[in-house]
């Protein structure tokens, strides 16, 4: 079976906002591959979880990826007209959902947010990819965190239940710093159009298996 070296990330930067600016932190280097696998060799109880989503998707792929460390389950596909990225543990329990979108489709204030970011931060820029990423939300009950299950948590994506989610921007853009360096990132913005995670990214071969 062939392995596709999607890509090598240095995960370089990882940014908290504070009053006064950002909080750097140093991560170090995660390299990761990708390999196109059958849908019985997914995980049983991720596929029991999406059967609605397999039984009425298009397109449907199942992928296997990984780094040094560890590795995750993927399913790509065509629900109800949205491109559609569905990422769970090697264990099968549900880590995200993110739908592939073009930049002009981001509510307005979440444009203004980013491309501000960008033209303060970089001498000029390039999107590459836009993934709207909808999370799973965390609150605080009686002094108790609540985390919906991955039950709860799909059906409140399917239901697209803005109150219950934690929605972020992931995008992927060739960035030119002021010092006039090049370099391909992965960008993390947080639902006010906060950055949060910035990923060093260095293409092997161009990942042509996407929906």
Not at 105 to 118: D, G, N, R, V
Request: proline share 1%; glycine share 4%.
């Amino acid at each position: 079976m062939k392995i596709y070296f999607k890509y090598i990330t240095i995960l370089s930067f990882l940014f908290s906002l504070s009053s006064l600016g950002f909080s750097q932190i140093s991560i170090g280097e995660k390299y990761e591959t990708e390999e196109r696998i059958k849908e019985e060799d997914f995980p049983k109880e991720a596929l029991q979880l999406i059967k609605q989503i397999i039984k009425n998707g298009e397109r449907l792929n199942f992928y296997k990826e990984g780094d040094s460390i560890t590795y995750f389950y993927e399913v790509k596909t065509i629900y109800k007209e949205e491109k559609l990225s569905i990422k769970f543990t090697k264990e099968g329990s549900l880590i995200d959902i993110e739908i592939l979108k073009d930049f002009d489709e981001l509510p307005l204030e979440i444009q203004h947010s980013i491309k501000s970011y960008f033209q303060s931060n970089y001498k000029k820029h390039h999107l590459r990819r836009i993934q709207i990423q909808y999370n799973r939300e965390e609150e605080y009950e009686n002094g108790r965190l609540e985390i919906d299950d991955d039950k709860e948590f799909l059906e409140e994506f399917l239901e697209m239940d803005g109150d219950d989610l934690t929605i972020k921007y992931e995008l992927e853009a060739e960035v030119v710093k002021k010092d006039k360096k090049r370099g391909f990132f992965e960008f993390l913005f947080n639902d006010l159009g906060e950055i949060e995670e910035i990923k060093r990214i260095i293409k092997r071969q161009d990942d042509n298996v996407l929906y």
